[in-house]
C-alpha cells in the first residue's frame, strides 16, 4: 500500500485548487501564482515525491504513483473534490489521477503539459539523461533543460532564468532518475481525454517548444468541456515567465468553473 506522505503548502479559502509542479521544480513554482488567487480559492501546492521538502523514495516514480500520493494527501485534507491541475510531469501526474479516481475532479487542467506518451526518440534522450545525471547530477539537467524553457524574448540577465536554475538545481540527483524513468514509462492518457467530462483548462505558452501550440489545440479539440489559454511571450514556464497573465488564465477558468457548478 502507498503510504507515502507529501510535503505541502496552502494559501487561501474557498474551492480547492491543487497545483502540481513540473520536472525538476517543486511547490515553489505557484509563488506568484498562490499570491494571487488566495482570494478566490484554497491552494494546495504539493511537492511530489522526491521534489522540494518531500521526502525521496527508492524506486521509479511512476506516474500513477505519485498520482496516487496526491489522492492521500486529499484524503488527509479532508478534500472530496478539487480542481486539479499540473505543469509538464504534474500534467502526467494529473492525468494518472484521472485514470485512478476520476469523481476527485471538479475540474481538470493541463499548464504546458499533454496527454501523450513519449516517442521512441524521446524516451532514448531520457535514457541517455539518467547517464548524465548518474554522473554529473542536477547540472546535467539544467544544461539540457534551461535553453528550452522560455521564450527568446526573456532577456538572458533576466532573474526568472536563475531562480529556475536554483530551483532545478536542488532537486536531488536520485529523485531526478526515478522521475525521468516514471516519464520513461509512462503510457499515453490521449485516449482518456474524450472522457474527461468536468470543465478543463489547457494552458500553453505561445513558444513553447516542448508543448508547441498546436498540440494544445488537439487536447482541446479532444476534450468535452475544454477552455483554451495561450500566454503570449511564453515557453514552457508561464507561470514564471507571465506570472500576472497565468494568475488572470486561471482566475477567469475558475470563475467559469463556478458557474458551471451553480447550473
Known amino acids: 500500500m502507498n503510504t507515502f506522505t507529501l510535503s505541502y503548502s496552502e494559501q487561501g479559502q474557498g474551492l480547492p485548487l491543487i497545483l502540481l509542479h513540473g520536472f525538476p521544480f517543486n511547490s515553489a513554482l505557484w509563488r506568484e501564482q498562490a499570491r494571487s488567487l488566495s482570494d478566490t480559492c484554497r ?3 504539493p511537492d511530489l515525491r522526491g521534489f522540494g521538502q518531500s521526502d525521496a523514495a527508492e ?3 511512476d506516474m500513477a504513483l505519485m498520482a496516487q500520493d496526491v489522492l492521500n494527501l486529499m484524503d488527509r485534507l479532508d478534500i472530496e473534490q478539487a480542481a486539479i491541475m499540473g505543469h509538464s510531469m504534474g500534467g502526467y501526474v ?4 484521472w485514470n485512478l479516481a476520476p469523481q476527485r475532479f471538479s475540474a481538470f487542467g493541463l499548464i504546458a503539459s499533454h496527454a501523450w506518451a513519449d516517442s521512441e526518440a524521446q524516451r532514448q534522450g531520457r535514457e541517455q539523461l539518467i547517464e548524465q545525471v548518474s554522473v554529473r547530477g542536477a547540472a546535467a ?5 534551461l535553453p528550452r524553457l522560455f521564450a527568446p524574448t526573456l532577456p538572458e540577465d533576466d532573474p526568472i532564468r536563475e531562480q529556475a536554475r536554483l530551483m532545478m ?3 536531488r540527483p536520485t529523485s531526478l532518475m526515478s522521475a525521468i524513468r516514471g516519464m520513461i514509462y509512462r503510457p499515453d492518457s490521449s485516449a482518456l481525454l474524450p472522457h474527461i467530462n468536468v470543465p478543463a483548462l489547457i494552458l500553453c505558452g505561445d513558444s513553447d517548444p516542448i508543448v508547441p501550440v498546436a498540440r494544445a489545440e488537439e487536447m482541446a479539440r479532444l476534450l468535452p468541456e475544454a477552455t483554451l489559454i495561450t500566454i503570449e511571450n511564453a515557453a514552457h514556464m508561464p507561470m514564471l515567465e507571465q506570472p500576472q497573465a497565468t494568475a488572470l488564465a486561471l ?3 475558475l470563475s467559469t468553473l463556478a458557474s ?4
Not at 94 to 97: G, K, P
Not at 141 to 145: D, G, H, I, K, T
Request: hydrophobic share 65%; charged share 15%; no cysteine.
Open 43 to 45: 491552494l494546495i501546492m
Open 59 to 61: 524506486g521509479i516514480y
Open 94 to 97: 494529473a492525468l494518472a489521477l
Open 141 to 145: 539537467v539544467v544544461e539540457a533543460m
Open 169 to 171: 538545481q536542488a532537486a
Open 251 to 253: 482566475r477567469t477558468f
Open 260 to 263: 458551471h457548478r451553480r447550473l
